[in-house]
């Protein structure tokens, strides 16, 4: 069984950061892309970033020049480090992996949310 789970939510100001976590267990063969998205309240699940196996990444316009992608392949584990966080990232934050569970199967997974809250 495949889990990721998210960690490093919580409140911050305007301006602060926060460094969200995403750690990938269960028995697989690979990990390929990993990514963030985020839903905040009454809207749909927006993309926010997606690094690669190769470890190129890409950002949605909202977030680029404050946000980085990054992963730990030793460690089964991405990153989201938010710097200069607006009232306007307020959101659930998920974070998401493609997972080769054999040379034939390869499944989208998703973790459970972590809440980040932008306020002063």
């Known amino acids: 069984q495949v889990q990721l789970v998210e960690s490093g939510g919580g409140l911050v100001q305007p301006g602060g950061s926060l460094r969200l976590s995403c750690a990938v267990s269960g028995s697989f063969l690979s990990i390929n892309a990993m990514g963030w998205s985020r839903q905040a309240p009454g809207k749909s699940r927006e993309w926010v970033a997606t690094?690669?196996?190769?470890?190129?990444?890409s950002y949605a316009d909202s977030v680029r020049g404050r946000f980085t992608i990054s992963r730990d392949n030793a460690k089964n584990t991405v990153y989201l480090q938010m710097n200069s966080l607006k009232p306007e990232d307020t959101a659930v934050y998920y974070c998401?992996?493609?997972?080769?569970?054999?040379?034939?199967?390869?499944?989208?997974?998703w973790g459970q949310g972590t809440q980040v809250t932008v306020s002063s």
């Open positions: 998401n992996a493609g997972i080769s569970l054999t040379t034939l199967t390869t499944n989208a997974y």
């Open positions: 690094t690669t196996t190769g470890g190129r990444t």
